[in-house]
């Protein structure tokens, strides 16, 4: 049974950095993509960054750009975010996500770690 597990989530001041990890566990494959996901208070979720497994191609969201990055380390079977220069829009629980085999459709999902940015 594959179980996503995320933590780095904690709270900083704008303009601070935080750096999120989601460990896999119970694959017997390399899952196409993964994703992380955030989802404010009253809010839809939305996708923040996406990273396709086998080439390390990566996908950002535009209000995401330049300030976070993620990243992978296949040994660990761990997808990283990288969060810098935070805003406090940022603010959020924010959600692991991974695709089963051959294509990237996200069917696995992490608990969630809270994120949260103070001006």
């Known amino acids: 049974q594959v179980q996503l597990v995320e933590s780095g989530g904690g709270s900083v001041q704008a303009g601070g950095s935080l750096r999120l990890s989601c460990a896999a566990s119970g694959y017997t494959y390399r899952p196409y993509c993964m994703a992380w996901f955030r989802q404010a208070p009253g809010k839809e979720r939305e996708g923040v960054a996406d990273?396709?497994?086998?080439?390390?191609?990566?996908v950002y969201r535009d209000s995401v750009k330049g300030r976070f990055t993620i990243s992978q380390d296949n040994a660990k079977n761990t997808v990283y975010l990288q969060m810098n220069n935070l805003k406090p829009e940022d603010t959020a629980m924010y959600y692991c996500?991974?695709?089963?085999?051959?294509?990237?459709?996200?069917?696995?999902w992490g608990q969630g770690t809270q994120v949260t940015v103070s001006s």
């Open positions: 990273i396709y497994t086998d080439d390390g191609r990566v």
């Open positions: 996500a991974a695709a089963g085999r051959g294509y990237c459709e996200y069917i696995y």
